[in-house]
């Protein structure tokens, strides 16, 4: 049974930093593409970075590149979301997904976790 846990969400203040996790469990990470998205009330969910966990290419959205920083660690099954720089827009309830890369990239995974909240507010 596939099972995706997030943590390390919060309150911080904007230009500070959070990393996410997410753990995996029930499977092996090393050959899927595993994704962070998020989303903020009133607006779609978006995808804002992605790792293919098999050879390590990223993907991340124009609205974070250069801040956030995807990486995986197989040996512990888990994918990490490193954010610098927040901003207040930032805030959103980011949610870890994993599936076949292409349904990854396309914003369609079918394996998600809960979801963990951050908040960027002074």
């Known amino acids: 049974q596939v099972h995706l846990v997030e943590s390390g969400g919060g309150l911080v203040q904007p230009g500070g930093s959070l990393r996410l996790s997410c753990a995996a469990s029930?499977?092996?990470?090393?050959?899927?593409?595993t994704g962070w998205f998020r989303q903020a009330p009133g607006k779609e969910r978006e995808v804002i970075s992605c790792?293919?966990?098999?050879?390590?290419?990223?993907y991340y959205a124009d609205s974070v590149k250069g801040r956030f920083t995807i990486s995986r660690d197989n040996a512990k099954n888990t994918v990490y979301l490193q954010m610098n720089s927040l901003k207040p827009e930032d805030t959103a309830v980011y949610y870890c997904?994993?599936?076949?890369?292409?349904?990854?990239?396309?914003?369609?995974?079918?394996?998600w976790g809960q979801g963990t909240q951050v908040t960027v507010s002074s």
């Open positions: 997904a994993t599936d076949d890369w292409r349904k990854v990239v396309a914003g369609n995974p079918n394996y």
């Open positions: 790792i293919n966990t098999r050879d390590g290419s990223t």
């Open positions: 029930g499977f092996t990470l090393d050959y899927y593409g």
